[in-house]
C-alpha cells in the first residue's frame, strides 16, 4: 500500500505536491487564469510566469501545459472576461451601465491585457478576441439602444473606442486615484451614449 501524501516521506522531506495527473487539468488551469487574472492586475504585463504559476499552486510545466507563453495566457484571461462580461450585460436592463462596470472594476488587468495581446507574437489570436469584443459591444449597444438605456445618437463603433480608453485610463492612473479618474472618465462616456 502507497503511504498518503501526508504520510509520505518523500514528500514531507523533499516539500513536493503529488501529482494528480490529467484529472487536475480543468482545476489546474482555473487556477492559472485566476492568478494571471490577479499578478497582471497588480505587477503588469512583465509578471514573471513563476510567479503566476506558484500562485496558482501548480508547476511551471503545468503553466505551459495550458499556455504556450504569456500573450497566449493573457488571450485566455481576457477571453473569459469577455464571457463573463456578455453573461452579466446580458441578465440586466442597463447592458452599457455593466459593461463599464465591468471594465472599471478590471482595468488594472486590462491594460496588462491590451498590451499584450495587441503584441506582434498574438496578433491572430488578438484578432479573434477583438472579434469577440466588437460582438460584444455590438449586442450591448443595440440592446442599450431597445431598452432605451443609450441614445440612438451613438454608434456601437463609438462604444467600442471607448472601452480602452476608459480602461487605460484608469489603468494608468495611481492607484489611490483611480476611483476619482474612473469616476470622471464615467462622465464624460455617460454624457455621450446615455439616454
Avoid: C
Wanted: charged share 25%; net charge positive; glycine share 8%.
Amino acid at each position: 500500500m502507497a503511504p498518503s501524501p501526508q504520510n509520505d516521506p518523500a514528500q514531507q522531506l523533499h516539500g513536493t505536491k503529488t501529482n494528480r495527473g490529467p484529472s487536475a487539468a480543468a482545476e489546474n488551469r482555473r487556477a492559472l487564469l485566476e492568478a494571471a487574472r490577479a499578478e497582471f492586475a497588480s505587477s503588469g504585463a512583465a509578471v514573471p510566469l513563476s510567479r503566476i504559476a506558484r500562485r496558482a499552486g501548480v508547476g511551471q510545466g503545468s503553466l505551459y501545459r495550458h499556455f504556450s507563453d504569456r500573450a497566449d495566457l493573457a488571450a485566455a484571461v481576457f477571453e473569459q472576461d469577455l464571457r463573463d462580461a456578455a453573461l452579466r450585460t446580458g441578465a440586466t436592463d442597463r447592458p452599457y451601465t455593466a459593461l463599464l462596470d465591468s471594465i472599471e472594476a478590471r482595468a488594472s488587468e486590462a491594460a496588462a491585457m491590451i498590451e499584450l495581446v495587441s503584441s506582434a507574437k498574438s496578433r491572430q489570436r488578438g484578432g479573434a478576441l477583438s472579434a469577440q469584443l466588437s460582438e460584444l459591444v455590438g449586442h450591448v449597444h443595440a440592446r442599450g439602444i431597445s431598452t432605451g438605456e443609450l441614445s440612438p445618437r451613438s454608434s456601437a463603433d463609438e462604444l467600442l473606442t471607448a472601452i480602452p480608453m476608459l480602461a487605460l485610463s484608469v489603468a494608468r492612473s495611481p492607484a489611490g486615484e483611480r476611483g476619482a479618474t474612473a469616476r470622471r472618465a464615467r462622465r464624460i462616456l455617460d454624457a455621450w451614449f446615455l439616454a
